[in-house]
């Protein structure tokens, strides 16, 4: 069983809530929009991460991470990208391959919308993990943990730091 924790659109900000969750999981997943290297540097001290870049992040995270990452872990099949859309509205780069050869777990950011949908059609468990930054539309920094155990995604928790204040 793996313990993740699961972000998006931090926008080059980490701070001392945000790293309370992160020491407690198995692994860290970051799904774009990193913003600065030193946020997946600081991650990386304390555990696991797996990381994509987003289309705000500069030429050294995407150096040091991919645009999809496609993995399995215990025996959840998972993609993760930045821009991915959600069931019924899937971006047109992801959409063929989704239909093609579906993961059991579908990641993408970059809405900063939190968003927690199971797809009948291409049956898979799509997640936005909303955004963790301080910058964006968003008004309630978000987080998503869960945990794998074989081939069952449970234990899903929506983790809400705070309000942002609008400057």
Known sequence: MKKILLLSDSHSHIDDQMLKYIKAADEVWHAGDIGNINVTDTIQKHTTLRAVYGNIDDVTVRKSFPLDAKFTIEQVKVWMTHIGGYPNRYDFRVREQLKKNPPNLFISGHS????????????????????????????VRTMVRFEIDKNNIQNLEIIELEKRKNK
Request: glycine residues 10%.
């Open 112 to 139: 900063h919308i939190l968003k927690v949908m199971y797809d009948k059609k291409l049956q898979l468990l799509h997640i936005n993990p909303g955004a963790v930054g301080k910058y964006g539309i968003h008004t």
